[in-house]
């Protein structure tokens, strides 16, 4: 990220203009802001099976994050 405005001027411009958001699935109207997207995550992984110990020994969850 320290790069961005070296590498991809463009991109960073748009993160500075707060353009920017998360799509879990594909399809249209399906995006929402990075920081809802986070809080989403963080409160769904305790109410899994398991709970945050349980999810963080499923390689697949260890990898979204």
Request: aromatic letters at 8%; proline letters at 6%.
């Amino acid at each position: 990220m320290k790069q961005l405005p070296d590498t991809a001027p463009e991109i960073h411009e748009s993160f500075l203009k707060e353009k920017f958001v998360v799509k879990r699935t594909p399809g249209k109207f399906k995006a929402v802001a990075a920081d809802l997207c986070l809080e989403q995550t963080i409160n769904r992984s305790p109410k899994s099976s398991g709970g945050i110990i349980g999810s963080t020994r499923k390689k697949n969850y260890v990898t979204e994050w």
